[in-house]
């Protein structure tokens, strides 16, 4: 009997019990897009629609003991990581995926939520650019996560991410989808910066508060179709798809009084 190919993601992140990001959003969005989802929680938060009241790292130890636990068994086709919290949690995720370098690696560095509260330390910034980008197919900074990671000013058009994408690029990751959901104008274009040059990825903007969990969903998406065996312009163009559909339906859901989540499954509840 010939054996069905089951595609599997694994995401390594922050659980958000409000569920429209982190762990929550991740494998929602490997589920709706037909990829089997794994999960290694690096911390805890206490979190809604208003903000992040409370975040409980995980042990570094146990950290890594999930992602062996995981691996160890599971033929995982892409890895994604997003909230890291830590230093020394970055450090562990580094040492145990330097072990695993022929699965794809979409890095998200998480720093800041949608709501504004901080969910990376400020002296884990380094350790992420020094252990963790040189690892990482793909890292999928929004405009203020580039910014802070070349300690330099926002970028505020394409010519200037571009500009960031490249200097990103020589950090070691192979490739770098600058998001630009945070500049101005009637499309939201996300630039793909690889050795091979510049790819622009556009979709009409949207205006709605559902924004929760946006940056957490892409990235699962992309890691969704690297785990399906799509190209990474494939893997990108199917995930910015998916996430203009999931913002465009979100105003279906009424969910909290703040910032809420995106639809994840508008395929299965329209």
Do not use: W
């Amino acid at each position: 009997m010939t054996q069905v190919f089951t595609p599997i993601a694994l995401t390594i992140a922050g659980s958000d019990s409000g569920g429209g990001a982190g762990i929550q959003a991740d494998l929602k969005t490997f589920s709706a897009l037909g990829v089997f989802g794994c999960s290694v929680i690096s911390s805890l938060t206490a979190q809604n629609t208003l903000g992040v009241q409370g975040v409980f790292p995980i042990p570094p130890a146990f950290v890594q003991q999930q992602i062996q636990s995981v691996l160890s068994d599971i033929k995982v086709g892409a890895i994604k990581t997003g909230m890291l919290a830590t230093a020394d949690i970055i450090a562990a995720v580094a040492e145990s995926l330097r072990s695993y370098p022929q699965i794809p690696f979409v890095l998200d560095p998480v720093m800041v939520a949608t709501s504004g509260d901080r969910l990376l330390a400020e002296d884990a910034i380094d350790t992420l650019i020094k252990q963790l980008i040189p690892l990482a197919t793909l890292i999928t900074p929004n405009l203020h996560e580039a910014a802070a990671l070349l300690n330099e000013p926002v970028a505020t058009d394409l010519s200037g991410m571009q500009k960031q994408g490249e200097k990103l690029l020589a950090l070691g990751a192979k490739a770098v989808l600058m998001k630009g959901g945070h500049t101005d104008g009637d499309k939201a274009s996300d630039l793909l910066v690889t050795g091979q040059g510049v790819e622009i990825f556009s979709a009409p903007r949207l205006q709605t508060k559902n924004t929760h969990g946006t940056g957490c969903t892409l990235a699962s998406a992309i890691a969704a179709g690297l785990a399906k065996q799509l190209s990474l312009q494939d893997a990108v163009k199917q995930a910015k798809d998916y996430l203009h559909n999931a913002l465009l339906h979100s105003e279906k859901l009424h969910i909290g009084q703040g910032s809420g989540p995106v639809h994840h499954f508008y395929k299965f509840h329209p």
